[in-house]
């Protein structure tokens, strides 16, 4: 599995109650219903091979971004992305998902979209990950 759908996966784990399964890789589509959440790997960094075993680690900056019509909404969205981010470790995506070691908050901000009348709170996270 890649850590992309480990993350989609968790994240659906985490968030189906506030936006069903309004959970989306990049971009927003036209006309969606809110609220939604879109998450893209912003970039990644591949580290050496860890000893003889072969082990290897990498690090990935993603975006998860929140989308809502009322400020209230998103920042309740964004409460539950950090809790579901900040400090995870474990196995990601369930059975045959991603080994994270570690996950951290690097970054939030609060925008409003006034051409769409949306609330977008986009959140960043650093994913240290065993690379399959």
Same mark, same amino acid.
């Given at each position: 599995?890649? !850590?992309?759908? /480990?993350?989609?996966?968790?994240?659906?784990? @985490?968030?189906?109650?506030? +936006?069903?399964?309004?959970? %989306?890789?990049?971009?927003?589509?036209?006309?969606?219903?809110?609220?939604?959440?879109? %998450?893209? #790997?912003? *970039?990644?960094?591949?580290?050496?091979?860890?000893?003889? *075993?072969?082990?290897? !680690?990498?690090? &990935?900056?993603?975006?998860?971004?929140?989308? /809502?019509? *009322? %400020? &209230?909404?998103? #920042?309740?969205? /964004?409460?539950?992305? #950090? *809790?579901?981010?900040?400090? %995870?470790?474990?196995?990601?995506?369930?059975?045959?998902? +991603?080994?994270?070691?570690?996950?951290?908050?690097?970054?939030?901000?609060? !925008? $409003?979209?006034?051409?769409?009348?949306? @609330?977008?709170?986009?959140?960043?996270?650093? !994913?240290? $990950?065993?690379?399959?």
């Amino acid at each position: 599995m890649k !850590i992309e759908e /480990a993350l989609f996966l968790h994240l659906k784990s @985490y968030m189906t109650d506030l +936006v069903g399964t309004r959970i %989306y890789p990049l971009v927003l589509p036209q006309g969606s219903t809110l609220p939604a959440v879109t %998450y893209q #790997k912003v *970039s990644q960094v591949r580290n050496r091979t860890l000893g003889s *075993s072969g082990l290897k !680690i990498a690090r &990935a900056r993603f975006q998860i971004s929140c989308w /809502a019509a *009322s %400020y &209230a909404d998103v #920042k309740e969205m /964004a409460e539950r992305v #950090k *809790s579901a981010l900040q400090d %995870y470790n474990g196995l990601m995506g369930g059975n045959g998902g +991603v080994w994270v070691l570690d996950a951290n908050i690097i970054g939030e901000r609060d !925008i $409003y979209e006034p051409e769409v009348d949306v @609330y977008h709170l986009p959140i960043d996270v650093m !994913i240290c $990950y065993e690379e399959g």
